[in-house]
Structure formats: structure tokens, C-alpha cells
């Protein structure tokens, strides 16, 4: 189902082969960045209430804090999910370590440099998540972040 795509790097990367490949919406072939982005597909491809699913298809203009400028953010899924009652729902999906989704703090053995690397990742990341949930709000959509919590929450 899952191959490796690039075997240099130190987390899981490949390319997806849905078995449901009419769920499916957007350009293949299907590339996971994680193995937590590749639990996620698998999750979207076998389990019937989701109705359609597609992978780095909507792109969010944001203004990036560390130079000022419009970038794009690609969000990592696009979903419609239907309720206990039938009722289809959109979402966008970020997918990221728990580790990632909190301000970073130094703990006192971290090196400046790391702190400030792991700063400005946050700043990006949180000022792409609010141009999503503003993008979501305006289009119909309900943004959210899964971390590994989450997937081995609700996702088995």
C-alpha cells in the first residue's frame, strides 16, 4: 500500500496507493511527509463515513511574521466526513507532532539556537493556522490540527 519514497531522510516519506481510489480528490501521485500523515490517509481511505479526501489540494494565502511577505500555505488534508446522522462536513486538517502545536519553552539544557529555530517554526505555523481558520470560516470548512494524540485517539 505505502512505499518509500526517499530513504536519506530520517522520517517516513512515500508515496500512497489508496484502495479507494474513487474517495479520492487531487493530483497523484498521493505523497505522505509522515508516518503520521500516512496513519491519516490510510484512516480516510478504509472507513466509510468519509465520503471524499484529498491531500495538499487547498492553498491558503498567509503572511509569513519572519519576512512579511504572502506565502501559500498547502494544508495537508481536505476532508468530507459524514456525522452519525448523515450530515456531510468539511474540514481542512493540519497534521503535526503534539510537540509542534505548543509555544516551545526552554527547559534549561536547550541550546539558544534550537530555541530560536523552534520559535520562528511556531510563529509560521501559528500564523498559517490562523489564516486557515479564517479561510475555514469563510468558506464552510472547520479547521483542525491532528497530532499523535489525536490519530491514536480516534483514529484506530
Not at 9 to 22: A, C, D, I, M, Y
Not at 78 to 105: A, F, L, S, W
Not at 119 to 131: F, H, P, S, V
Request: proline content about 6%; glycine content about 6%.
Amino acid at each position: 500500500m505505502a512505499k518509500k519514497w526517499n530513504k536519506k531522510k530520517e522520517w517516513k516519506q512515500g508515496v500512497f496507493t489508496p484502495r479507494n481510489l474513487s474517495k479520492y480528490r487531487g493530483s497523484t501521485p498521493i505523497v505522505y511527509r509522515s508516518s503520521l500523515e500516512l496513519r491519516v490517509m490510510r484512516f480516510f481511505d478504509e472507513k466509510p463515513h468519509v465520503v471524499s479526501w484529498g491531500s495538499e489540494t487547498i492553498v491558503i494565502p498567509y503572511i509569513k511574521p519572519t519576512d512579511g511577505k504572502l506565502h501559500r500555505y498547502f494544508t495537508d488534508f481536505n476532508v468530507r466526513m459524514k456525522d452519525g446522522r448523515g450530515v456531510v462536513h468539511k474540514y481542512v486538517i493540519e497534521v503535526k507532532p503534539h510537540k509542534q502545536t505548543i509555544p516551545p519553552t526552554n527547559h534549561g539544557n536547550k541550546k539558544p539556537k534550537t530555541l530560536l529555530y523552534e520559535q520562528l517554526a511556531y510563529a509560521i505555523n501559528d500564523a498559517k493556522w490562523e489564516a486557515a481558520n479564517e479561510w475555514c470560516n469563510k468558506n464552510g470548512y472547520i479547521f483542525t490540527i491532528f497530532t499523535e494524540i489525536d490519530i491514536n485517539k480516534y483514529m484506530k
